[in-house]
């Protein structure tokens, strides 16, 4: 396993804990705590495809990790009162892996694929009139021989899920009916979310305690329920199983995580920019092979928080420590750097 995988609030889920989010994943848009302009567009989107009884447009979503673009696609397809189907990219390798799900798909079914940026060039183009023409072009046969073979389909509904608009190519963004973006929860709405999980799981938690772990969760849902999950444990080991706030203090301290959300990885590459490269700027490549992590995972990982709480900047030359993050860590920042 990966060690971005054993980080306390890595946004990624690990396959250990896709059946805990699935016991709390919301069935309804009433459920669903959070995203409120996406809720009213979307059930305005839902009641009107329920009334003229066709199937929703396709969806994209997209957003960071964790923010809850597969539960979304669930719930849609549960007001729909309709099965899903949920593959990836990544696992789409030839266009017989995308023409033995789309064909066995029924009339206004769900089919969610999720990191939808990874698929390859040859199945994009079969989608194209999959989900314009609800028919699946096929090529049969070799050479001078080889003929099309178009096989009609059921009326579907695809939704894409990415963490990576910008990768996904014109021609499959224009086939999508409508785009939504899930944006940062506000701490109010997380600790939302952990009275619910709280109250599914049965844990016994101070609501002082649960705002808490909210202030410390990112403002993603995903790293609030296993940041929960973990001072469940914590509190059940330790104490008598009740969260309380000095619990919960105990459980993130031994967990690293800090007043703002930030972990020992984060604080580590923060001190990398500071001690190795007098706060910068410096530059991704540099960056990665002091820090041993890999490019894409600081771009796509750690930076985007960092960035959110103003602890460094992007500028022509490199990635740059600001003042906040020296007075975050308790160090004193040169009196010759430019700081921010």
Do not use: C, W
């Not at 096929?138 to 059921?154: D, F, H, M, S, Y």
């Not at 799981?201 to 849902?221: F, H, Q």
């Not at 703002?260 to 490549?285: C, Q, W, Y």
């Amino acid at each position: 396993m990966p060690l971005e995988d054993l980080r306390p609030i890595a946004a990624d889920a690990t396959p250990e804990e896709r059946g805990f989010e699935l016991s709390l994943r919301p069935k309804t848009i009433a459920d669903f705590v959070g995203q409120t302009k996406i809720k009213e567009n979307l059930g305005i989107f839902l009641e009107a495809a329920r009334r003229r009884k066709e199937p929703i447009e396709h969806v994209l979503l997209y957003g960071n990790p964790g923010l809850g673009k597969t539960t979304l696609a669930h719930v849609i397809a549960n007001e729909m009162g309709v099965p899903i189907k949920v593959t990836s990219g990544p696992a789409l390798e030839k266009v017989g892996d995308l023409a033995a799900i789309i064909s066995s798909l029924e009339e206004g079914e769900v089919l969610f694929v999720d990191e939808i940026h990874r698929l390859n060039r040859q199945i994009e183009e079969v989608l194209y009139p999959a989900m314009e023409d609800f028919a699946l072009d096929l090529v049969v046969g070799k050479g001078p021989a080889a003929r099309t073979l178009r096989l009609n389909l059921p009326r579907f509904t695809m939704i894409g899920a990415t963490t990576r608009m910008s990768l996904i190519s014109s021609p499959l963004r224009d086939r999508f009916g409508a785009t939504f973006r899930l944006d940062f929860y506000e701490e109010p709405e997380i600790a939302d979310i952990l009275k619910r999980s709280a109250a599914i799981l049965g844990v016994k938690a101070d609501v002082e305690a649960l705002e808490r772990i909210a202030s410390r969760s990112r403002r993603t849902p995903r790293v609030a329920n296993r940041l929960l999950k973990r001072v469940r444990d914590y509190a059940e080991v330790k104490h008598s199983g009740t969260i309380s706030v000095s619990v919960a203090e105990e459980a993130l301290a031994s967990l690293e995580v800090d007043a703002l959300g930030l972990d020992a990885t984060d604080r580590r590459l923060l001190k990398v920019m500071i001690e190795r490269f007098r706060g910068g700027p410096v530059g991704l490549a540099a960056l990665s092979a002091a820090s041993a992590e890999e490019i894409d995972t600081i771009e796509d990982v750690y930076e985007p928080f960092l960035l959110r709480l103003g602890f460094i900047e992007r500028t022509p030359r490199g990635r740059l420590a600001t003042r906040i993050a020296y007075e975050h860590l308790g160090l004193t920042p040169p009196a010759t750097q430019r700081l921010v």
